[in-house]
């Protein structure tokens, strides 16, 4: 486990910054009074996201590799990371759907339907926690390994 302790540590500090992007989020009106604009706005996230793992991967050579690091060597710090944040996923998706923004989906809901973006079935369907859950359990790895595999060519050094 002290083997992949640098890996879990950045796998919880991008949990965390999930966390706080969504409660960021929800404070500026995006859950709410700006829903409008949420799709748009919440792509912002890419950039904490991406910048996390360009640290962790630089930290991981710097201290592992003694400055030197492979592609492949980043690229599976990036996964084991990817790894911590997928195990990670449903507890921070919990928190975030009951406590930081338990009003989300009846806003959204609200917002779809009255602006004809679909009907109300369709947004029931689409806007619920199972739904929520199952996106983020399968977009947390893909995005994970897409961002892997793109940090870790910028990060390698000979």
């Known amino acids: 486990?002290?083997?992949?302790?640098?890996?879990?540590?950045?796998?919880?500090?991008?949990?965390?910054?999930?966390?706080l992007w969504m409660f960021i989020e929800r404070s500026v009106g995006l859950h709410d009074?700006?829903?409008?604009?949420?799709?748009?706005?919440?792509?912002?996230?890419?950039?904490?996201?991406?910048?996390?793992?360009?640290?962790?991967?630089?930290?991981?050579?710097?201290?592992?590799?003694?400055?030197?690091?492979?592609?492949?060597?980043?690229f599976k710090t990036g996964l084991l990371i990817t790894l911590a944040v997928t195990i990670l996923t449903p507890l921070t998706q919990?928190?975030?759907?009951?406590?930081?923004t338990p009003q989300y989906f009846e806003n959204v809901i609200a917002y779809a339907v009255e602006n004809d973006?679909?009907?109300?079935?369709?947004?029931?369907d689409y806007f619920n926690f199972k739904s929520y859950m199952i996106q983020s359990v399968l977009g947390a790895p893909i995005m994970g390994i897409v961002t892997s595999g793109i940090v870790a060519a910028f990060t390698v050094k000979k």
């Not at 486990?1 to 966390?19: A, D, H, P, R, T």
């Open 1 to 19: 486990m002290k083997e992949y302790s640098l890996e879990i540590k950045w796998g919880l500090i991008f949990s965390i910054m999930m966390l």
């Open 33 to 74: 009074d700006l829903i409008a604009h949420h799709a748009t706005y919440t792509n912002l996230i890419a950039i904490p996201a991406i910048a996390i793992y360009v640290f962790a991967l630089l930290e991981k050579r710097r201290v592992y590799y003694q400055g030197k690091m492979t592609y492949w060597q980043g």
């Open 94 to 100: 919990w928190i975030t759907l009951s406590f930081i």
């Open 117 to 124: 973006k679909m009907t109300l079935q369709e947004a029931n």
